[in-house]
Each structure stands twice: as structure tokens, then as C-alpha cells.
């Protein structure tokens, strides 16, 4: 007999053997039917999986993320299966689960596909997910996995084979088609119910751009057809909201091939919408006791060595700079925190000194591939809003949880209501990505813990998702639509100030080390301005917006006025503009409501005798005539009032 622990910590004895979906069969036949995956003592079984030993189990439904992954990773091998009955000769190469869906490289050889032939595949997809097809799994040797893929001609596989150790290789099969996996996977493809496969895209073999270019399916499928009937309609608002879409309509930035791929140039309204979120962060710093720096945008090569920086992410930085002198290299900088850790550096410091807390919009690049560049999203250079702390041992819970006060603080201003926190751990089973001390790890992981909890944040723990000097706090924001977007973020690190061995003198006279906390509540100014264009669908908040006032006079006969209008909103800063196109009111009240400006004024002969304006709110909410005072009272009130 085994002893099977629930999350509600009651405790039954089964029959060594049984599997998840048996001790779910005799909770519930319910619940059997709905249950997609369990986790085993922290590991994700097949449903189907013999559990042999006493365990910690976890039933997941399809509102859990586990489940999800597992149903869309299983619709990437029914697709796998379509197209191979579709198009014989075909070779794969990976088939993942992702945030939304699941897609599958393929080499299709002489053969393409278009937009066209995905319906065609849909329903050879619904064909064999309705013969119930059971997911099989089947261990065997690496020979047994190279001879298999081998003779299929399938140099992809055998090329992930060869990185496999012999004992830990899987095959799946549903149906006719086997694939190289680890798993896991739903008990069989009925359960796969709704199918849309949504785009096609080239991506190069293993993301190397020295590799053949294969083709990307991308998909998504549902246990219910009205689920996929949701997903679309909100595709559509996402396309509506795009903030590629968006930032082009609203004048916000461009991009340019003669300047270089994921390299933004922010238009005026976009460089004046960045230079108000600098200041809005900036007064909240201030309050906070943080200390303004600037440091360069390149660093010698060494900084970026002594700091591991280059070690774990040469790879993806931009190649290194020769000078005229010989053997001396700079890098386009990565990360703002060597340079900061220098700073710190400059002088001695004691403990009373501390915390320090640097803060800049630093500019940093990484060498994203083409292929994965998107938008503001995704760029290669891009403005974080850093800041390092550095402090004390006993100052570190209090001064994470002040900075966990200024994130929420920009979230309840931005209206970012749903959120969760992830504590991002490092991998207890792969210890090599990472630097430092088991000793300072744990003392790390314990301070973000315990200040979370301190928080009451609603938290989540991921295991390998922190950064190899230490573990965070990332903070997950739902947008209004739903997606999830990971932007505020917050680290301790113990092992930065060891490489650059920094110091202050503590109490007793002895030299000591700090301890220090990286922050970022945007993230980076390109990422956050991206996501709060769609979060709004481009109504930003009124003290953001880029015009917070259109003035439209009723005819030219008014244009004067209007110009005296703007002039006098200008002197109480409010941001307006002048609408005197030859077109007719409606026309211009329409056209200034798809550019999303919080409030339009419209001036004619009243409103000039009377020194007042109409005013009408976005949405088309009338407010009536105010004079120009009490608008400018009225429209500063209503900023106070989302800046509190």
C-alpha cells in the first residue's frame, strides 16, 4: 500500500501501482471525466502513469495552466499526426506547448503550405481526435530512439536524440504517428473538441539563423466548441488593440530598416508619453529615497566578465566592440547593474550609509533574432526603469517589501487590477545555469518569500525561472483581455557585490558585504507602453494621454478663439489641439473620438460672447458649457484625483 496526500492534506492508502486517474475514478466519475494531468511529488504524470511510492497529488482541470500545457501539447501531436497523413515524407522538429496554443516546425521538403490548406488539416485533425485515439507511452534506449528516426530520415530528431542521455528518451504515439517526447499527455484525443489552427510562420531550425528554415504552424484547441468561439472574438478586440496598430494610428513610434531591425524611434507624442511615465516614476522614487545615476551605453568587455554577465548571456548580446587599441573590447551594455555595482564602488561606504538605492532609465540592448522580434515587445534596444539597492542583511525583507509598495502603487494608478506574483526559484535539479552558494541562495529565496507573504500577494512558485545571480519576485499582469504579461520585477542578489567585492564598514569597524536588490516596475519603458496601449485599447488615463483636449471651432469665423482657447489651456498645462479642418462638426467629433482624446470642446458664437466652452467626454457623454476656468479646474481635479 501507498499513502496519497491532497492538497487539503487528507491522507488515503491506495494499491501500490494506481494511477491518478483511478484515485480521481473513485473520488468522482465527475471528476475523471474533467481531470487533464496530475503532478506526483512536484513532477507532471500522465493521467494513465503507475504511482509506486508514497506522493503529494495534484489533479488538474482545464482552468489550471498544467492541464492547458498538456492539452495543447497533445493537439501539437494530433496535428503532427494530420500532417503526416496529409503529406507523406514529411520531417518534424519541435512541437510545443505555448502561452496560447501549441505549433509544430515542420520540413515539408518540395511541398508548401498556406492559409488556404489550414482547413483542410482542421478537419483531418477532428477526424482522428474523434476516433479516440489513446496517447501510448513508451520508453526505450537511445540506439532503439537513433535507429527509429534514423530510418525515417528525420536528422531532426536524431539531432535531439544525440543531446539525450540513454534512460531518459520517450516515445509517444497516438494513432499512426510516433514522436520524441517527454510528455505528458491527455489519456486519449477525444477530449480535444474545437480546433483552429491560426497561422503559418518561417522559423529557422533550433533558432539559428545558419540553419534551414523550416515551417511553423501555430494552433490552438479547446474541450468545448464555445471556448474557441470566446478565443476568437477575442483575437479579434487583439487585433483592434495591437499596439503595432495603435502606436502607428496615434503617432506614437516607427520602426525603420535603414536605422535596424527592433531598433524603435519614438515620434513626439510617443517621446513626451515616455517622458510622463519617467516623471510619474520618478516623483515615487523620490519619495523613496532613491538617487538618480547615468552610466554609459557601452562597457569594456571585462565588466561584463567579472559580472557573469558574458558568460550567461554572450550569446545574446551584441558582438563586442575592437578600438584601435589592441585587445581592447566593449560591449553594447546588456544589464545597467555592473556599471551601478562600479558606482557603488567609487568611494568607501559604511553601514550607515545604508541602503543605497541608484536609479536610472538606462538603455540596454540584447541581439534578439529577427525572427522573434515583435513590436515594442520584443525589440533590441529598449529603456529599463533600474534601480539597485544596496543594503544590509537585516534591512532586505523591509526594503523589498517598500519596493513591492511602488509596484503595486504604478499598477492601481495604470488600473492593472489583476495580477500574480511569481516567485521565480532557482532549478534544485540544474544548479550549473546559476552562480553563487547554495548558502546565499537560500537566504535569497527566504527573504522573497517571506516578503510576499508579508504583502499578502497572490503568489505562485517557479522552479528554474530565475536569473542565474538570483532569485525574483515577477509579477504577472492580466491585461483587459485576459492575457497575461509579465512586467514589474524585483531580485536579490548576494552574488554580484562578491565578484565586484563590494564592501562597507559595519558596526564593529570590520569590513562587510551588502546585499543587493534589482527593480524594475515597468520592466522596460518599450514592453510597458506596449501592453498599456492594449490594456487600454489606447484610452490612456487622462494625465498620460498623449492630447488630453481637442478644440473644435464650428466654422474658420471661430478660429481665433479656438486659438485663444488652446493658449489659455497651455498655461495650465493641459495638452490641446486645434481641429480646424474645412469638415463638418460631426465629421471632426467622430474622427477625434477614434484617436481616443479624453475630452473635446466644441467653440462657436455663444460659447466666444461667453468666454466658455462645450464640452463633451470620450464616449460621448455631453458635460455642458464651463468657462475655460472651471474646464481647466475640472480637467486637474480629474488628474489628482487617478494620481492618488
Keep these: 500500500m501507498i499513502k496519497i496526500t491532497f492538497p487539503d492534506g487528507a491522507v488515503k492508502e491506495y494499491n501500490q501501482g494506481i494511477t491518478a486517474y483511478e484515485i480521481a475514478q473513485g473520488i468522482s466519475p465527475r471528476l475523471a471525466a474533467d481531470v487533464i494531468v496530475a503532478t506526483v511529488n512536484g513532477e507532471i504524470y500522465d493521467l494513465d502513469r503507475p504511482i509506486n511510492s508514497d506522493a503529494e497529488l495534484k489533479l488538474h482541470k482545464w482552468e489550471d495552466k498544467e492541464a492547458k500545457k498538456a492539452f495543447w501539447h497533445s493537439s501539437s501531436h494530433l496535428m503532427a499526426e494530420a500532417l503526416e497523413a496529409l503529406y507523406p515524407g514529411i520531417k518534424f522538429g519541435i512541437g510545443p506547448a505555448i502561452d496560447n ?3 509544430y516546425d515542420v520540413d515539408l521538403g518540395d511541398t508548401t503550405i498556406s492559409d488556404e490548406d489550414l482547413p483542410k488539416i482542421e478537419a483531418k485533425m477532428m477526424e482522428l481526435a474523434r476516433n479516440k485515439e489513446s496517447f501510448v507511452r513508451t520508453d526505450v534506449p537511445k540506439a532503439e530512439a537513433l535507429a527509429k528516426f534514423t530510418a525515417k530520415g528525420d536528422q531532426y530528431k536524431c539531432e535531439l536524440i544525440d543531446g539525450l542521455e540513454d534512460g531518459t528518451i520517450s516515445f509517444y504515439t497516438n494513432g499512426n504517428f510516433t514522436d520524441l517526447c517527454r510528455g505528458p499527455h491527455l489519456r486519449d484525443t477525444s477530449m480535444i473538441k474545437a480546433i483552429k489552427l491560426l497561422s503559418i510562420a518561417g522559423a529557422y531550425w533550433r533558432g539559428d539563423e545558419h540553419n534551414k528554415m523550416l515551417t511553423r504552424i501555430y494552433g490552438i484547441t479547446f474541450p468545448k466548441k464555445s471556448m474557441l468561439d470566446e478565443y476568437l472574438v477575442m483575437l479579434e478586440e487583439a487585433k483592434k488593440r495591437d499596439h503595432r496598430k495603435l502606436g502607428r494610428e496615434m503617432e506614437l513610434f516607427t520602426f525603420s530598416n535603414r536605422v535596424g531591425q527592433g531598433l524603435p524611434l519614438w515620434l513626439p507624442k510617443g ?7 519617467q516623471e510619474f516614476l520618478q516623483k515615487v522614487q523620490k519619495r523613496y529615497g532613491y538617487l538618480p545615476v547615468i552610466t554609459p551605453h557601452i562597457g569594456s568587455k571585462d565588466l561584463y566578465i567579472t559580472s557573469g554577465h558574458w558568460a550567461h548571456y554572450g550569446a545574446d548580446s551584441f558582438r563586442p566592440i575592437t578600438t584601435p587599441q589592441e ?12 556599471h551601478h555595482c562600479e558606482i557603488y564602488r567609487s568611494k568607501p561606504r559604511s553601514y550607515k550609509d545604508l541602503p543605497l538605492r541608484f536609479a536610472e532609465f538606462g538603455t540596454v540592448y540584447r541581439y534578439e533574432q529577427s525572427g522573434e522580434l515583435h513590436g515594442l515587445t520584443r525589440v533590441r534596444g529598449f529603456t529599463q526603469d533600474d534601480a539597485h539597492l544596496f543594503c544590509r542583511p537585516d534591512q532586505i525583507k523591509e526594503e523589498f517589501c517598500k519596493v513591492i509598495d511602488i509596484i503595486l502603487y504604478v499598477f492601481k494608478t495604470l488600473n492593472f487590477t489583476e495580477f500574480t506574483a511569481q516567485v521565480s526559484l532557482r532549478d534544485p535539479n540544474n544548479k550549473t545555469k546559476y552562480i553563487g552558494s547554495d548558502e546565499n541562495w537560500a537566504k535569497a529565496e527566504q527573504a522573497i518569500i517571506e516578503a510576499a507573504a508579508e504583502k499578502n500577494l497572490p503568489t505562485v512558485v517557479e522552479l528554474g525561472e530565475a536569473a542565474f ?26 552574488n554580484l557585490p562578491e565578484r565586484f ?5 559595519d558596526s564593529n569597524n570590520a569590513k562587510a558585504r551588502p546585499v543587493m536588490i534589482h527593480r524594475a516596475p515597468f520592466g522596460s519603458l518599450e514592453r510597458f507602453v506596449a501592453v498599456l ?12 494621454a498623449p492630447d488630453q483636449v481637442a478644440i473644435l471651432p464650428l466654422s474658420e469665423k471661430y478660429n481665433d478663439f479656438a486659438k485663444k482657447v488652446c ?3 497651455e498655461n495650465y498645462e493641459i495638452r490641446a489641439l486645434i481641429d480646424n479642418r474645412n469638415e463638418t462638426i460631426g465629421k471632426k467629433i467622430r474622427e477625434n473620438e477614434l484617436k481616443h482624446i479624453p475630452f473635446i470642446l466644441v467653440v462657436g458664437e455663444k460659447e466666444e460672447a461667453s468666454g466658455s466652452v462645450a464640452v463633451r467626454k470620450q ?3 455631453n458635460l455642458g458649457v464651463m468657462s475655460i476656468e472651471d474646464f481647466a479646474n475640472y480637467i486637474s481635479n480629474a488628474v489628482k484625483e487617478e494620481l492618488n
Aim: some cysteine.
Design 101 to 103: 496554443g501549441f505549433y
Design 271 to 277: 517621446a513626451d508619453l515616455r517622458g510622463r511615465l
Design 327 to 338: 585587445g581592447e573590447e566593449y560591449l553594447l551594455k546588456p544589464m545597467n547593474c555592473p
Design 469 to 494: 545571480y538570483g532569485p525574483k519576485l515577477d509579477f504577472m499582469v492580466k491585461d483587459a483581455l485576459g492575457r497575461s504579461w509579465q512586467l514589474g520585477t524585483i531580485q536579490v542578489d548576494y
Design 501 to 505: 567585492e563590494l564592501e562597507y564598514v
Design 533 to 544: 496601449l492594449e490594456h487600454t485599447g489606447g484610452k490612456f488615463p487622462l494625465w498620460l
Design 567 to 569: 493658449e489659455l489651456l
Design 619 to 621: 464616449g460621448g457623454e
